[in-house]
């Protein structure tokens, strides 16, 4: 079973502000780049949105790895989510998790996949985190 991995990356200019996102899927010795932008969003809605856009890409049940500078996604999927779902999408102050939505999505996503989350120090050495934060960069600037 060829493992596949992805790199993410969300922007915003301005938080909030116009808003990118950026994902390199790593398959087969292939690379894909997708990404895309918001009028108005928020760093952390991007960092989400990135991670969905590419899970939706990957149709069979493999092993993936993905990589994200975002301690926001790989916490909220990791430690928090368990709990949100548990309180019917309510943090600890009984008010609605924050981006809801997205999560919701992601965790539909992720229920019949093998993941492993993986944290990346951004602006780093790491070439394919550097290359998505050029890309969900540029996706956030290029909406006027």
């Keep these: 079973m060829n493992e ?16 990118g996102w950026a994902a390199i899927i790593i398959k087969d010795n292939k690379e ?18 990135a991670t969905i856009n590419a899970l939706l890409k990957i149709k069979q049940d493999k092993k993936i790895k993905i990589y994200t500078d975002s301690k926001y996604v790989k916490e ?12 019917n999408w309510k943090n600890a102050n009984k008010k609605d998790v924050k981006n809801k939505d997205l999560w919701i ?21 790491n070439e394919y985190n550097n290359k998505v934060d050029i890309l969900a960069r540029d996706a956030a600037n290029s909406n006027d």
């Design 105 to 125: 999505k992601l965790d539909n996503l992720i229920s019949k996949k093998e993941i492993t989350w993986n944290w990346v120090k951004a602006h780093s050495i």
């Design 32 to 49: 894909e780049i997708i990404f895309g932008s918001e009028k108005q969003s928020t760093n952390n809605r991007m960092e989400l949105t």
């Design 4 to 19: 596949i991995v992805i790199y993410t990356d969300g922007s915003c200019l301005g938080n909030p502000g116009k808003g």
């Design 76 to 87: 909220g999927i990791e430690k928090w989510i368990n709990n949100w779902k548990l309180n």
